[in-house]
C-alpha cells in the first residue's frame, strides 16, 4: 500500500519536474540561502510554534535537500532508496496515527522554507493537508523603501496583533485597513475567538474566490484584496454570521460589479475602495 502511494507521489513529482523544466525554469526546491546571499537581512526573530499554511511553504533552508523534491514537496528518488523507505514509514504513521511532530522552518518575505521536516511537508501535502504546525525563525529583510518592503513590515505589524500569517495584501495601508474594518484600533491586539471567526470568514470567502494563494505579483488582486473589498461594501459585522448561501449571494454581486473571477487585468476600478 505506502509503496504504491510512494509511486503515485513521485510520478506526480516526476510529470511536475517535467513541465518546470520544459518552461525554463528549475525543477527543484528553492533554497532560501541561495536566496539571502543576494540580498541584505536585518536579522532574524523567533516567532514559535504556530500553524503555517502548506501553500506558503515554497522551498528549504539549504541546498542539501533540495533536489529530493518537486517544486511541490513531490518526491522524486527512486524507489528503492532509503529516502523512499523513509518516506513510506512517514505515509505509514500519517495513514495510521497522524503525522503530529512539528517542523522547523525559516519565513522570508512570507513564504516558508523547511529546516527540518521536509519528508514530513512532503507526506501531508500528498495527502492534502491544508496547514502543517512549524517552530518558525523569521529572516527580517531590509527596509528598503519599495513597495514590497512596505507591505512586508506592514504585515510583520499586523502579525503581532493578530496571528495572522495566511493573508496577504497586493497595496500598502491594507492590512490598518483591515484591522479598521473588523472594528479594531489600530494597537488592538486580537483574542482567540476574534482569530477564530475572522479564520472561519476567510476561509468560506477563499472558497468561493477560488484562488487562495497569498504570493500574488503586485498589479493583481490577492484573496486578501478581494476580501477587504468585500468587508468596504457590506461590512464585517454583517458578514461574519454569514451562512455560506448568504455569503455566495454578496459575493456574486462582487463578481458581477467589477468581474473578480477573470483576474482583473487592471485594478483601475477599484483604486477608490482599495487605495494603491
Request: charged share 25%; glycine share 8%.
Given at each position: 500500500?505506502?509503496?504504491?502511494?510512494?509511486?503515485?507521489?513521485?510520478?506526480?513529482?516526476?510529470?511536475?519536474?517535467?513541465?518546470?523544466?520544459?518552461?525554463g525554469?528549475?525543477?527543484?526546491?528553492?533554497?532560501?540561502?541561495?536566496?539571502?546571499a543576494?540580498?541584505?537581512?536585518?536579522?532574524?526573530?523567533?516567532l514559535?510554534?504556530?500553524?503555517?499554511?502548506?501553500?506558503?511553504?515554497?522551498?528549504?533552508?539549504?541546498?542539501?535537500?533540495?533536489?529530493?523534491?518537486?517544486?511541490?514537496?513531490?518526491?522524486?528518488?527512486?524507489?528503492?532508496?532509503?529516502f523512499?523507505s523513509?518516506w513510506?514509514?512517514?505515509c505509514?504513521?500519517?495513514?495510521?496515527?497522524?503525522?503530529?511532530?512539528?517542523?522547523?522552518?525559516?519565513?522570508?518575505?512570507?513564504?516558508?522554507?523547511?529546516?527540518?521536516?521536509?519528508?514530513?511537508?512532503?507526506?501531508?501535502?500528498?495527502?492534502?493537508?491544508?496547514?502543517?504546525?512549524?517552530?518558525i525563525?523569521?529572516?527580517?529583510?531590509?527596509k528598503?523603501?519599495?513597495?514590497?518592503?512596505?507591505?512586508?513590515?506592514?504585515?510583520?505589524d499586523?502579525?503581532?496583533?493578530?496571528?495572522?500569517?495566511?493573508?496577504?495584501?497586493?497595496?500598502v495601508?491594507?492590512?490598518?485597513?483591515?484591522?479598521?474594518?473588523l472594528?479594531k484600533?489600530?494597537?488592538?491586539?486580537?483574542?482567540?475567538?476574534?482569530?477564530?471567526?475572522?479564520?472561519?470568514?476567510?476561509t468560506?470567502f477563499?472558497?468561493?474566490?477560488?484562488?487562495?494563494?497569498a504570493?500574488?505579483?503586485?498589479?493583481?488582486?490577492?484573496?486578501?484584496?478581494?476580501?477587504?473589498?468585500?468587508?468596504?461594501?457590506?461590512?464585517?459585522?454583517?458578514?461574519?454570521?454569514y451562512?455560506?448561501?448568504?455569503?455566495?449571494?454578496?459575493?456574486?454581486?462582487?463578481?458581477?460589479?467589477?468581474?473578480?473571477?477573470?483576474g482583473?487585468?487592471?485594478l483601475?476600478?477599484l483604486?477608490?475602495?482599495?487605495?494603491?
Amino acid at each position: 500500500m505506502y509503496l504504491e502511494e510512494y509511486h503515485k507521489a513521485r510520478l506526480l513529482g516526476q510529470k511536475e519536474a517535467r513541465l518546470i523544466q520544459s518552461r525554463g525554469g528549475s525543477p527543484y526546491l528553492p533554497v532560501l540561502d541561495e536566496i539571502l546571499a543576494e540580498e541584505t537581512t536585518c536579522g532574524e526573530v523567533q516567532l514559535g510554534l504556530a500553524d503555517v499554511p502548506m501553500e506558503l511553504i515554497v522551498g528549504t533552508r539549504s541546498a542539501g535537500r533540495s533536489q529530493a523534491f518537486s517544486r511541490s514537496f513531490l518526491p522524486l528518488m527512486a524507489e528503492d532508496s532509503e529516502f523512499a523507505s523513509k518516506w513510506m514509514s512517514l505515509c505509514k504513521a500519517h495513514m495510521n496515527e497522524g503525522i503530529t511532530d512539528a517542523i522547523k522552518v525559516y519565513e522570508y518575505m512570507h513564504t516558508f522554507y523547511v529546516v527540518e521536516g521536509h519528508k514530513r511537508v512532503s507526506v501531508l501535502r500528498y495527502f492534502g493537508a491544508v496547514s502543517i504546525s512549524a517552530e518558525i525563525t523569521r529572516v527580517l529583510p531590509a527596509k528598503d523603501g519599495s513597495v514590497a518592503s512596505r507591505i512586508y513590515y506592514e504585515y510583520v505589524d499586523f502579525y503581532k496583533l493578530s496571528g495572522v500569517n495566511y493573508l496577504w495584501f497586493s497595496g500598502v495601508g491594507r492590512f490598518s485597513r483591515l484591522q479598521e474594518a473588523l472594528g479594531k484600533a489600530p494597537d488592538e491586539v486580537w483574542s482567540e475567538e476574534d482569530r477564530r471567526k475572522f479564520f472561519s470568514f476567510y476561509t468560506r470567502f477563499s472558497a468561493l474566490y477560488g484562488d487562495k494563494s497569498a504570493r500574488e505579483l503586485a498589479g493583481r488582486m490577492t484573496t486578501g484584496d478581494a476580501m477587504l473589498l468585500y468587508l468596504d461594501i457590506f461590512g464585517y459585522d454583517q458578514v461574519k454570521n454569514y451562512t455560506q448561501t448568504e455569503l455566495k449571494n454578496g459575493f456574486l454581486q462582487l463578481h458581477e460589479a467589477f468581474s473578480l473571477k477573470k483576474g482583473l487585468a487592471s485594478l483601475n476600478p477599484l483604486k477608490g475602495l482599495l487605495g494603491r
